[in-house]
């Protein structure tokens, strides 16, 4: 199972974004699928999460401006990002907490899979 992002961009503050996470392979089920990000010099640190029963979380700095959705948060995971800031320039990675995924005829539980990351830049 690969996790691809896309969707990153340059925006004014203010401007919106949407960001998507695809899911290759089968994962039968996970605990959470979520967003994290990393500017530059800084840790990664969480963003926006969605459990499999659809129980959504936020970070307190996106609360009210962002949005995590899934069609089928099996298959993609968006996040809908409104009111940009110039803090939330950084590279925004998706990632599955414990899932597990069909490998030939076997089911393999992984602790977690990351994403490559999709750069967000928002400018002043």
């Known amino acids: 199972v690969q996790l691809q992002a896309s969707g990153g961009g340059l925006v004014q503050a203010g401007g919106s974004l949407r960001l998507s996470c695809a899911v290759s392979?089968?994962?039968?089920?996970?605990?959470?699928m979520d967003w994290y990000r990393q500017a530059p010099g800084k840790q990664r640190e969480f963003v926006a999460a969605?459990?499999?029963?659809?129980?959504?979380t936020y970070a307190d700095s996106v609360k009210g401006r962002f949005t995590i959705s899934g069609d089928n948060p099996k298959k993609a995971v968006y996040l809908q990002m409104n009111s940009l800031k110039p803090e939330d320039t950084a590279v925004y990675y998706c990632?599955?907490?414990?899932?597990?995924?069909?490998?030939?005829?076997?089911?393999?539980?992984?602790?977690?899979?990351w994403g490559q990351g999709t750069q967000v830049t928002v400018s002043s």
């Open positions: 392979g089968s994962i039968v089920s996970f605990d959470a």
């Open positions: 969605i459990s499999s029963g659809g129980t959504t």
């Open positions: 990632h599955a907490d414990k899932p597990v995924e069909v490998v030939g005829d076997t089911f393999v539980a992984r602790r977690d899979i």
